[in-house]
């Protein structure tokens, strides 16, 4: 994927009339809904089970984080959701995205085009590789704006302008007849922003955002997305890897892990009350920046499973410390966190038999910490079970 | 080392250098520079002075372009220095032959970022951790070294035994990568990125394997990382990088808990922190060019405490508070220290003033 706000290179003449009716009329119902997502990559090693049966739903102006490793399925998830994978001879699709009324899935290349750019954006990771090299950063941002808002190519110029200096970039009269490599990676990705914020989506997709970028950078970029989200009432799904970036930075989160969602509540509650073991262990393991040095880091064993062969029954319980023998066999569906005794009535999920914080989590830690090993065979060491 | 003494003197008598007790690297005025075309020069690393005592792990951290990687480098002499001296073990490794630094090399070691590319893919786990021990007319003892270093960083030999690197993980590749480090018994291990390429789940393993393995081996570690939160868990000091100058230096604790220089604290407070909303203010710009750095202090232009002394005099290194230095004409503490350190007079010197090696507490 090239453009940053992909758009069909060949758009029909005859795209949407006029802006949107942003704002009015609006239920507050979902604005995207993701029902059962499947993706299924054939290869020559296999099947590789991507995403397995996500299911979310995302309203009006709110920040949805999805977390995982690599490996998690959330990137092709992301790309499913923009319709940027489809099905084909050796890719396996089902399901339903629904974006305002639209089967986004339903859609071929054509009417996806008409709501690429102008009401789903999507910003990547990296910047270097997301802006045509040989053009202009003015063109790539007037391109939407003459496609979509029928601007005549002088008043796009100036609302390229105007939008560079919305993401903060300094002097945007001289950017505009820059090319990508004249800019830093910082900068790079203020200007993919921008495209994609050119025509006022409604739903920002962020794949990882920030990743390239130095951690000073990364501050000031997530805090233009932070603002500009906020002040443009737009919903935004933020796809990471780092359980730190999104802690004040978004509404909900969901966690990934080997393709399938295994846990997913408003951000306060997940990090106050975890449920899923395997966003327990995420916690632990990034290094604390308070408190004192040399602070041995809780591990989670293992790595990633392989989706070519993912395990049986609960995907983490290979790493699981935890894991008990109806893990191995028996997958858990999301279960409501409210039907725990301490459960708040937030919407909270989680996929766990054992959940974190309950009698049976505790008794299962003591069955596996006295025969020194899980189920699944793993060695239950004192760095692995959090106190 | 005592810094009353003029760097110059000591570049005189090179020989005659006697480290103190636990200084086992020194690096005294290090610059390296690369030719960027166009008869242009990338000032990667301008002037480091620096001290690793034994067994303690310093962190170097810093942005990318910073030269924190071309300083671990230069370390090892990968390549030499454009100037300056590393004093190992009281020896200058520059002023050494190549045979000679050959020779030392062994006690110097290094992992890398990306574990799979430094690994050959084409050699078995054993050979490929086994092979320093041949390179130094050890072979004898591969088969009963190499199975306890691999027991010693998480891997059963005797499943590795017939294995190739793209057969693991890139955590598991790190963990070689540590084996074939230590399989010479290293005095100083430079870790260049070692756990940037790895999953947070992953990284822990190897952060605590690295902690073990420094008890064990008795290493001195250097921790190069952009990641504050991983170098604040791991390094008992830390070296705060910028543009090819070291800015502050101090213990790890009392350096992120009330950064001294305007960067660290830009650089902490821009850490994403688990605990909860961002600490303090956000910064803005970038770093500029290393082609054509700033004069003066190279954060001016990004510092809201710039004044025009700033812009015509580089800062110089000094010491703030015990233990604790920073090159920072306006350094943020409770009491200002207005006069720098007598063994700062070199300031009029010109653009790369050297700074005094900072002394030991």
């Known amino acids: 994927m090239r453009p940053t706000t992909p758009q069909a290179e060949k758009a029909p003449t005859t795209a949407a009339p006029g802006r949107h009716a942003r704002r009015e009329g609006f239920e507050d119902g979902a604005l995207l809904t993701v029902e059962d997502v499947h993706v299924r990559f054939h290869t ?55 974006f305002d009324g639209i089967t986004l899935s339903e859609l071929d290349a054509k009417g996806l085009s008409k709501v690429w750019g102008k009401e789903i954006a999507l910003v990547l990771q990296d910047p270097m590789t997301s802006l045509n090299p040989v053009k202009r950063i003015g063109a790539q941002i007037t391109e939407t704006l003459i496609l979509h ?8 110029n100036a609302r390229a302008i105007e939008l560079l200096r919305s993401v903060g970039l300094s002097e945007p009269e001289r950017r505009v007849r820059q090319y990508p490599h004249e800019l830093s990676g910082g900068m790079r990705q203020r200007v993919t922003i921008a495209i994609a914020l050119s025509c006022s989506p409604r739903l920002l997709l962020a794949d990882e955002p920030t990743t390239a970028l130095d951690v000073t950078v990364q501050a000031q970029i997530l805090d233009l997305l932070g603002d500009l989200q906020s002040r443009l009432g737009m919903a935004m ?96 569906p999301l279960r409501d966190a409210a039907d725990l005794p301490d459960g708040s009535a937030v919407e909270h999920s989680y996929r766990c038999w054992y959940p974190v914080g309950t009698p049976e989590n505790a008794e299962a830690r003591r069955v596996n910490v006295e025969r020194g090993e899980t189920a699944a065979g793993t060695p239950v060491t004192g760095e692995m079970v959090p106190a | 080392m005592s810094s009353t003494t003029d760097s110059s003197v000591v570049l005189e008598k090179p020989a005659e250098d006697k480290p103190s007790e636990d200084v086992v690297l020194r690096l005294e005025d290090l610059v390296v520079e690369f030719p960027a075309g166009a008869g242009q020069i990338v000032h990667a690393v301008s002037g480091i002075n620096l001290e690793v005592r034994r067994g303690e792990t310093l962190g170097l951290v810093g942005e990318s372009g ?106 598991q590749c790190q963990r070689v990568s540590i084996a074939r480090a230590l399989v010479l018994e290293p005095e100083v291990l430079i870790c260049d990125e070692p756990v940037s390429a790895l999953d947070v789940s992953v990284q822990a393993q190897i952060l605590n394997l690295l902690e073990d393995m420094k008890a064990r081996y008795g290493l001195t570690l250097v921790f190069i990382a952009h990641d504050l939160g991983v170098v604040r868990n791991i390094s008992d000091r830390v070296a705060v990088m910028y543009l090819g100058r070291i800015c502050e230096l101090g213990p790890t604790e009392a350096l992120f808990d009330a950064p001294v220089h305007p960067y660290t604290r830009l650089l902490v407070s821009s850490i994403p922190s688990m605990e909860g909303a961002q600490r303090g203010e ?80």
């Open chain 1, 237 to 332: 799904l933020l796809v990471t890897h780092d359980l730190r970036v999104v802690r004040s930075r978004s509404d909900r989160i969901a966690v990934m892990y080997a393709g399938r969602i295994v846990e997913t509540a408003p951000t306060k509650d997940l990090f106050d009350s975890p449920r899923m073991p395997y966003t327990e262990a995420l916690m632990n393991a990034v290094p604390p920046i308070t408190g004192p040095n040399h602070v041995r880091l809780a591990v989670i064993p293992g790595r990633p499973p392989d989706l070519l062969a993912p395990p049986k029954g609960c995907r983490f319980s290979p790493r699981c410390p935890y894991a008990q023998d109806r893990c191995l066999t028996e997958e858990p």
């Open chain 2, 66 to 171: 910073c030269g924190k990687s071309t300083t671990g480098r230069a370390i090892m002499q990968l390549p030499k220095p454009t100037s300056g001296s590393v004093h190992f073990d009281g020896r200058d490794l520059a002023s050494l032959s190549s045979e000679e630094v050959r020779k030392l090399r062994p006690k110097l070691q290094m992992i890398f970022q990306d574990p799979i590319s430094s690994l050959n893919p084409r050699r078995r786990i054993p050979d490929i951790v086994g092979d320093p021990l041949v390179v130094w007319g050890r072979g004898a003892e591969k088969a009963k070294v190499v199975p306890e270093v691999l027991r010693a960083v998480g891997l059963d030999p005797e499943q590795v035994a017939d294995r190739r690197p793209h057969q693991f993980s890139g955590g």
């Open chain 2, 282 to 361: 956000v910064g803005t710009g970038e770093m500029p060019s290393p082609v054509s750095p700033p004069s003066g202090c190279r954060f001016r232009t990004r510092c809201p405490l710039a004044t025009d002394r700033c812009a015509s005099e580089v800062p110089e290194m000094r010491e703030v508070a015990p233990g604790r230095f920073t090159a920072c004409h306006h350094p943020i503490l409770d009491t200002p220290v207005e006069a720098p350190l007598p063994a700062a007079v070199a300031g009029d010197h010109s653009t790369n003033g050297t700074a005094p090696a900072p002394a030991d507490s």
């Open chain 1, 44 to 98: 020559r090693n296999g099947v590789v089970h991507a995403v397995e049966g996500v299911s979310l739903e995302l309203s009006e102006g709110e920040v949805l984080a999805v977390v995982g490793e690599s490996g998690s399925g959330k990137t092709v998830f992301t790309r499913r959701v923009m319709g940027l994978i489809a099905g084909s001879r050796d890719t396996e699709v089902s399901g339903t995205v629904t």
């Open chain 1, 149 to 156: 808002q029928k601007l005549s190519k002088q008043d796009a």
